[in-house]
């Protein structure tokens, strides 16, 4: 990871309040990445789970390094080393002291599913009006949040940073980092169960963001049991599908299979059929509108908005529709897109490709089986699965539904490229490491 230092001196300034040192030469640069280290940077040397940062010391030092922070010095090495307890610590204190120079709203997105999709939905609509800074990608844990608040400017209006997490903490950490002014929790679903145990112990770590808004506001979705239910100390903003919220909405699907939002009495026709995508709309604009956004102007750049490829991405090639939601699965997110799949109306096959969802512990089995129980509820035609787990999705599919299970991703291939035709609707989806997307490139030659 890598970003410039546009403010250098405010940097350096900074930096010897925390290190208690002097800086002798200008530092234009951060990464923890020698590889990626440019003339002018700090460097951080990381212990890493692959590899110790501090090997790299004399590279960086020939590439041109400003400086490095470590945690034990490298004698042989003629470049400026701050010798530190912990250098993620270190890191830590320096985006914490950066983040208090600037007094604008932030707002911190965090949740089982959604969050980088309401990121970048929430940085699309505000970015007409405002002059916006938000995490890039998935920057979402303590090294990737600490490096997006070095990149916050005095020109930036308002801040958006996606808060990750996959065990007990690290959401009161992140939050202590940030310092948000508004919180949104997307959903509470059971996402990285092998870190936390239990669907409760995750709302307990969620909730962690509400609880450090104790002068901000909590946008608060009531269509969630988890999430109504959260003690919130500041202001609360509710939003859902009941009319006693403050951000009343309702869907509706088309003729066409499009859905309409229905939110405090405005319309917006979109092109989506996406439920998960239009569940983001409502509470993205409850946000938007508090800040000042109004309805014309949400109701367009909701429209003119297109999601990240992997997320529920659609393209067409050789009349064939492609949905690319490969980024990441866990069940919430899986039935979702399975109702995506469901409401295309163009005639043509619903085809379903699925690899494995991880880091689901004890109920894998179960949650695996119940992707298989939702498919033969649907007007699915064909399910290919691959993988150790999607063979218990496979089992439990009844019906009509043409089915098979696939050890070998290269069968799996050369089966889609025979049986896909022209008007078929595919939807590929399974946990990041899976690597669904590339099935997609070799069956379309992408």
């Known amino acids: 990871m890598r970003i410039n230092i546009e403010n250098s001196e405010m940097f350096t300034t900074v930096m010897e309040s925390i290190i208690h040192s002097k800086i002798y030469y200008p530092i234009t640069g951060l990464t923890n990445d020698s ?3 440019q003339k002018g940077d700090l460097y951080i040397a990381m212990n890493g789970q692959f590899n110790d940062g501090h090997k790299f010391l004399d590279d960086v030092n020939k590439k041109g390094a400003s400086a490095a ?3 034990k010095s490298n004698i042989n090495v003629d470049l400026q080393q701050i010798q530190v307890r912990n250098t993620l610590d270190t890191l830590k204190k320096l985006a914490t002291k950066w983040r208090k120079n600037f007094d604008i709203p932030v707002i911190a997105i965090t949740g089982s599913n959604g969050k980088t999709s309401s990121k970048d939905l929430l940085l699309h609509i505000l970015s007409d009006d405002l002059k916006v800074h938000a995490t890039k990608g998935n920057f979402n844990t303590a090294i990737g949040l600490c490096f997006t608040i070095f990149e916050l400017q005095q020109h930036h209006d308002l801040a958006i940073f996606e808060l990750g997490a996959s065990k007990p903490g690290e959401i009161k950490n992140l939050c202590e980092i940030a310092s948000p002014t508004h919180g949104l929790i997307t959903n509470i679903a059971p996402a990285h169960l092998e870190g936390f145990g239990s669907i409760k112990k995750i709302a307990e770590e969620k909730g962690n963001l509400f609880n450090s808004l104790l002068c901000g506001t909590s946008f608060v979705n009531m269509a969630d049991d988890y999430i109504s239910k959260m003690d919130i100390k500041g202001e609360k903003i509710t939003f859902g599908l009941t009319p006693d919220c403050d951000f009343p909405a309702d869907i509706s699907q088309e003729k066409d299979g499009t859905l309409t939002l229905i939110l405090n009495t405005h319309e917006i026709k979109t092109n989506s059929h996406n439920f998960s995508f239009l569940k983001n709309c409502i509470a993205i604009s409850a946000i938007a509108i508090t800040l000042g956004i109004n309805a014309k102007s949400l109701n367009e750049r ?5 999601p990240p490829k992997g997320r529920c991405f659609v393209s067409k090639l050789n009349e064939i529709t492609i949905i690319d939601d490969t980024y990441n699965a866990n069940l919430t997110s899986t039935l979702a897109a399975l109702e995506y799949l469901n409401a295309f109306a163009n005639g ?8 494995d969802m991880l ?9 695996h089986a119940e992707v298989g129980i939702k498919c033969s509820s ?4 064909i399910v290919f699965t691959v993988g150790e787990q999607t063979i218990f999705t496979d089992s439990n599919i009844i019906g009509k539904i043409y089915h098979k299970h696939f050890q070998s991703k290269g069968i799996l291939i050369q089966t889609l490229k025979k049986i896909i035709k022209k008007n078929d609707i595919v939807l590929f989806k399974g946990s990041r490491s899976m690597e669904m997307d590339k099935i997609i490139g070799k069956v379309f030659n992408l």
Do not use: A, H, T
């Open 35 to 37: 590889r990626q280290l």
């Open 69 to 71: 922070i470590v945690q």
């Open 302 to 306: 909701l429209k003119s908005f297109l």
């Open 348 to 355: 043509g096959r619903k085809i379903f490709v699925f690899g």
């Open 359 to 367: 880091e689901l512990g004890d109920i894998s089995e179960n949650q």
């Open 378 to 381: 649907l007007e699915i035609d």
